[in-house]
């Protein structure tokens, strides 16, 4: 009998109990039916320890899509980490990643959300540092370090809670106190823009790209980056009741950040990277303009096409000798045209192109963001943010699909069967889930009347976008003309607007400095002698003294009674 892979065996479990929950989590979205489950694990005397889980059409389908697209990771890690001496170390850390977003999701209660949320930073830290070289360990300190901010946020809000008498959020959805609530709704902001790499914390998830492949195209889509927006969303009744004006200008500078960088970037992992951050951004805007449901159909949509942009990338740098800069991609689509092709599907969903998945999420967000009263500021920078999403995709396509040659000599380029196979779900999830979760999601389509020139507009910026992106693929002209004579505002635009180093070497160096002068002053210096070395001379001392006692026992005795008998005497 031939030996079944882990790999193989565990994506066929995650598939079909992936598909199952979507199922049943349809099942409950178009019965509007919830169950809250209680799980007593230990009672002793009057205490017990209890596990709460909620399902409701949000968490399992939220949940199926986590478990449909790692499986499809699975899968392809199969043929990716085939040659990779830990690959069974691989598998299980995956594993625990996804059992962590799972954990997250089915909880209530603050506590139990707490284990997902620590176990995805932790794991997280531990896929960021697989290759194990001092990219990736800088890389890995800086993502568990900035999502340790969030962890604390977490811990705080668990403990304003103890004010309320139950760590379960679903029993204060309709409660609003201004001196208490607020604080605690904050806390849950924090940790949700940590967790989600908003502006000041978005350094991190470009550097988290030091991670295989795999673990990218799974943390983009469905699992660590969106923990944030989902935590947001299941607290965004309380949002309601509070101006959220700032955190909506900080998601929209995001989303905007984000697709300025892109275009400046060359390196093909970390393009992706920065478009997954502008579309978190655009979640989050929609979500403090006070839309939840649309931020999480947009979430669904955007996991399948994110997971399928990134499994194609990491086939192509795998047959680039894995070179990730695109100027060395070119013509790529005459060696591998099946990967091409799915980067192309997903690449379009991802602009908005009409009909396929992200233009249905996408266009209802832009139209309910024009209906809103929001200022001119906001609605120009979604605009042309989104026109910025278009135009990098476009110069992705360009550069590795055609344009140049300047690839390497000696390449060997092949479709592996396995990769491809993991390519074609997702795919077709690509295209049609969109429509499918609109028509299952809202009941009723969303009527929204505009002048014709108001309707168009989104679309008018996906072309706008598309033709920028195709201008600023020839190298030569541009860079001539605009880049190098701008320098430091294009290396400003290129870099995150100096966020990563903020976040490393400038807000550290301070704190070495200052850490050196402590060292010197306590540990080298008074508290040395008085802290390290003071109790141990003491001792020594001391140790001395009774061991000439016990040498010279006989004659102490004597003088001993010798002196108190003449004492006596006196």
């Known amino acids: 009998m031939k030996n079944i892979s882990l790999y193989i065996l565990g994506s066929f479990l995650l598939f079909v ?23 007593e694990i230990l009672s002793l005397n009057s205490c017990s320890v209890m596990m709460t889980f909620l399902f409701d059409w949000i968490s399992l389908t939220f949940l199926g899509c986590v478990f449909i697209i ?5 899968y392809y890690s199969e043929s990716y980490m085939s040659v990779d001496m830990y690959k069974s170390r691989f ?10 977003m799972m954990m997250m999701i089915v909880s209530p209660n603050l506590m139990s959300i707490l284990i997902g949320w620590d176990g995805l930073g932790l794991v997280s830290y531990c896929l960021v540092i697989y290759f194990q070289n001092f990219k990736s360990y800088s890389a890995g300190m800086l993502t568990v370090l900035t999502n340790r901010i969030g962890d604390v946020a977490i811990l705080l809000a668990i403990a304003w809670m103890m004010n309320y008498g139950s760590w379960h959020y679903i029993f204060y959805m309709n409660l609003w106190d ?21 502006i000041p914390f978005s350094s991190w998830l470009p550097a988290a790209m030091a991670a295989p ?3 990218s195209a799974l943390v983009h889509s469905s699992t660590l980056v969106t923990a944030g927006v989902y935590l947001l969303i299941r607290f965004s009744t309380l949002l309601q009741n509070m101006n959220c004006s700032f955190f909506l200008l900080l998601s929209v500078m995001t989303m905007f950040m984000a697709g300025l960088g892109a275009n400046f970037e060359y390196d093909l992992k970390k393009i992706i990277a920065l478009s997954t951050l502008s579309q978190l951004g655009l979640m989050m805007s929609i979500l403090f303009i006070g839309y939840p449901i649309l931020a999480f ?67 209802i967000i832009l139209e309910v963001m024009s209906l809103s009263y929001s200022n001119m500021f906001i609605f120009f920078l979604f605009f042309v943010s989104v026109g910025l999403t278009v135009s990098y995709s476009m110069r992705l396509i360009y550069f590795c699909l055609s344009f140049n040659m300047n690839t390497f000599v000696c390449q060997s380029y092949y479709e592996e069967g396995v990769m491809m196979r993991s390519m074609i779900p997702l795919s077709l999830l690509a295209i049609f889930s969109g429509s499918i979760l609109s028509w299952l999601i809202f009941s009723f389509p969303f009527l929204i009347f505009f002048p014709l020139s108001l309707k168009l507009l989104p679309l008018m910026f996906v072309f706008l976008g598309g033709w920028l992106g195709y201008e600023l693929s020839y190298i030569s002209c541009v860079t001539s003309f605009f880049f190098l004579r701008y320098y430091s505002l294009s290396y400003y635009s290129g870099c995150m607007w100096y966020m990563p180093m903020f976040s490393t070497y400038m807000l550290y160096n301070g704190f070495f400095s200052l850490s050196k002068k402590y060292n010197s002053v306590m540990d080298s210096g008074w508290g040395e002698y008085l802290i390290s070395s003071g109790p141990g001379s003491y001792l020594s001392k001391v140790s001395q003294s009774l061991t000439w006692y016990q040498y010279n026992n006989v004659k102490i005795f004597m003088l001993l009674f010798v002196f108190m008998f003449l004492i006596s005497l006196l």
């Open 70 to 74: 790692s499986s499809m990771v699975i």
């Open 178 to 198: 201004d001196s208490w609530m607020q604080y605690l709704i904050m806390l849950i902001i924090l940790a949700g823009f940590t967790k989600s790499a908003q």
């Open 297 to 363: 159909f947009h979430l669904l949509t955007h996991a399948f096409f994110k997971a399928l942009l990134f499994l194609c990338a990491g086939l192509m740098i795998h047959c680039m000798s894995d070179s990730q800069d695109i100027r060395h991609m070119g013509s790529v689509i005459n060696h591998l045209p099946f990967t091409c092709s799915c980067f192309c599907i997903s690449n379009f969903s991802l602009c908005g192109l009409p009909f396929l998945a992200g233009f249905y999420s996408k266009d």
């Open 213 to 215: 492949t795999p673990v």
């Open 91 to 100: 598998y299980f850390l995956v594993l625990m990643f996804v059992m962590s």
């Open 17 to 39: 109990s992936g598909s199952f929950l979507f199922f049943v989590g349809v099942y409950f979205m178009l019965f509007n039916y919830t169950i809250f489950l209680d799980w």
